[in-house]
């Protein structure tokens, strides 16, 4: 069993509470609330910008031009492409996408999510730690799609339907170059270093789990005392 498919496969217990949960479970039935679409988007627009970060303090690890290559050209698919996703959802709640994503929210389980990939991007020297990180973004978004198109409590009339469509095809060139890299990268790793980039893996899939989760519940900061009310 290869490396990455090691992970995936301990992954998969968390991916299904993923998928049981409030959030996956309203959109596969049209029914999620306009608050936790405009949370969630709102969430999203913040998060991938940062992701898109990431990907440029990885080209200068990139073990071949060919994955620098990849890299700029997922950039470029970060800027432009993944935006399609969020105009379904945008179109659910009947409400320009532009106009939600102007006002920046930065909820705590987002924030703990993206100081995770940041602190392995910084702290480690060989990019799979950090791909380890970013890897299930793009995995989880797959593996729960496909799981909603086999499912028959799927509200096709609902535009909600064409999110999932979107995810089940569009991570699968992304996940192979990330599986690609995770195994060449760690060939010669430790055990140590394996389990600590398995690591990674898990608890990037655990924060996906609570950025679905803050924007059902609208997660805020609660600081406390009367100045914060």
Known sequence: MSFSTELKEAAQPIIEQIYKDGFIQDLLKGQLS??????????????????TNLYALLIPKAPTMTDVKFLVEQIEFMLDGEVEAHEILADYINEPYEEIVRE????????????????????????????AAMAPCPYVYEVIAKM???DQNLNRDVITARWFDFYSTEMRPLIE??????????ENCTDQEKHEIKESFLQSTIHERNFFNMAYINEQWDFGGKEHE
């Open 34 to 51: 306009k608050q936790a679409v405009r949370q969630y988007l709102r969430a999203d627009a913040s998060y991938l910008k940062e992701f």
């Open 104 to 131: 920046k929210v930065w909820p705590p389980s987002g924030d703990h999510y993206i100081k995770h990939m940041y602190y392995h991007a910084y702290a480690h020297e060989n990019a799979a730690y950090t791909i």
């Open 148 to 150: 909603a198109l086999e």
């Open 177 to 186: 170059v990330f599986d690609r890299m995770l195994d060449e990268l760690t």
